[in-house]
T-cell receptor
């Protein structure tokens, strides 16, 4: 049971380049989330998917798009990277029970030059 | 006012002491509260959850919830250097989303 996996672990981009961050979970969870974490800012929700086929904006969605490919996979795309998107990105998933919490992947460290 | 607030620290305690971490939240109807531990360069991991007023103990950790005061805390007894990490408070809001505080950095000195 791998839990939540993310690729890549680390990426350097130039301003204007695009990339997709991949996330997969093997816990049969319905809900999946993308967060970014910046120093002093805590975790901020970018997008989430409550179930396969649905996605919704979180607190900081600008500059990002997401795809819920199937129940296991939830990807985050940066179409035109900006230095302000330099951050650590975490994917998380959660089961359906009301009191369940989220389980996080190992994170992707992104540097945009 | 932020939805979930924590002192950013750092909080420094000697080994063997009690570390007390505090969190306040603004959404009065919140029902679920969580404490995550995050080591430097790692992802957050759940250490405690609490849903009703009072104390909940798990080993050296005790979570305390006071919904009237909109306050949740985490006590770590017999603190160890391995407890040195950032502790994130998270509150599930009315919309079902998990809102995180900015985290409190804890340093346990040998």
């Amino acid at each position: 049971n791998a839990g939540v996996t993310q690729t890549p672990k680390f990426q350097v981009l130039k301003t204007g380049q695009s990339m997709t961050l991949q996330c997969a979970q093997d816990m049969n969870h319905n809900s999946m989330y993308w967060y970014r974490q910046d120093p002093g800012m805590g975790l901020r929700l970018i997008y989430y998917s409550a179930s396969e086929g649905t996605t919704d904006k979180g607190e900081v969605p600008n500059g990002y798009n997401v795809s819920r490919l199937n129940k296991r996979e939830f990807s985050l795309r940066l179409e035109s990277a900006a230095p302000s998107q330099t951050s650590v990105y975490f994917c998380a998933s959660r089961g359906s029970l009301a009191f369940e919490t989220q389980y996080f992947g190992p994170g992707t460290r992104l540097l945009v030059l | 006012q932020k939805e979930v607030e924590q002192n950013s620290g750092p909080l420094s305690v000697p080994e063997g002491a009690i570390a007390s971490l505090n969190c306040t939240y603004s959404d009065r109807v919140s029902q679920s509260f969580f404490w995550y531990r995050q080591y430097s360069g790692k992802s957050p991991e759940l250490i405690m959850s609490i849903y009703s007023n009072g104390d909940k103990e798990d080993g050296r950790f005790t979570a305390q919830l006071n919904k009237a005061s909109q306050y949740v805390s985490l006590l770590i007894r017999d603190s160890q250097p391995s407890d040195s990490a950032t502790y994130l408070c998270a509150v599930k809001n009315q919309g079902g989303k998990l809102i995180f505080g900015q985290g409190t950095e804890l340093s346990v000195k040998p």
